[in-house]
């Protein structure tokens, strides 16, 4: 449908953060078979439907591989797509940018995505169906979780731990060897010095938002 000579990628999702996942799958050397927009919503450039139509899809041979392109508006989204995925058995690439620095013995998940001038260091690990955006800096032994989203611009030094399904906003930066939990939400801009509990949220000051 729209650049690329390789495989045929269809994006789940339709919105913003798809349509970037659709230029890194170009950069990657993926074709773009289409886009899935949420059951009811308003029909745009690429969409050949919605998640309903992910069975019959499969079945037409409409796509080689899928991923998951919805943002951070709807996280809790995330592993429920990607599960579907792997229920149907389709295969879920990693797409790394071309002008990301991925250090030899780290290690990236499948279905996740690395964005232009990322950086993820020694010993470093990204789970599945992350999301690494621009010039975000990941570095030694950091682990980062299944599906946790990492927005433009985050630094976390070294030995930090993001769980899965955590958000890091833009700008963040997080000091050597904390851990952000589960479902954790860290503010844009926040500076990080201690543990966030699972489901917490910090402010922009690096405090959990609401304690003292």
């Known amino acids: 449908m729209s650049g690329g000579t390789g495989r045929r990628l269809l994006v789940l999702g339709a919105g913003g953060h798809a349509r970037a996942v659709a230029d890194l799958a170009v950069a990657c ?17 690429g969409v050949i439907g919605s998640d309903d139509d992910l069975v019959r899809l499969c079945a037409e041979r409409r796509f080689d591989e899928a991923i998951v392109g919805v943002g951070n508006t709807a996280l809790a989204r995330r592993p429920e797509l990607f599960a579907r995925l792997r229920e149907l058995g389709v295969p879920t690439p990693k797409l790394v940018h071309p002008s990301a620095v991925i250090s030899p013995s780290a290690t990236i998940g499948l279905g996740s995505a690395l964005f232009p001038h990322a950086v993820v260091g020694a010993e470093a690990s990204v789970g599945e169906n992350a999301v690494i955006y621009s010039g ?69 000051s690096g405090a959990p938002a609401g304690l003292s």
Do not use: M, N, Q, W
């Open 136 to 204: 975000s800096v990941i570095e030694h032994g950091c682990r980062i979780g299944d599906h946790a989203y990492l927005a433009p611009g985050v630094i976390l030094c070294g030995d930090v731990c993001v769980e899965a399904g955590a958000f890091v906003g833009a700008g963040a930066i997080v000091v050597p060897g904390v851990v952000i939990g589960k479902e954790a939400v860290v503010s844009a801009g926040a500076r990080v010095a201690r543990d966030v509990p699972a489901g917490g949220r910090v402010a922009g």
């Open 29 to 45: 050397g993926r074709s773009i078979a289409g886009f899935l927009g949420a059951r009811g919503a308003p029909a745009t450039a």
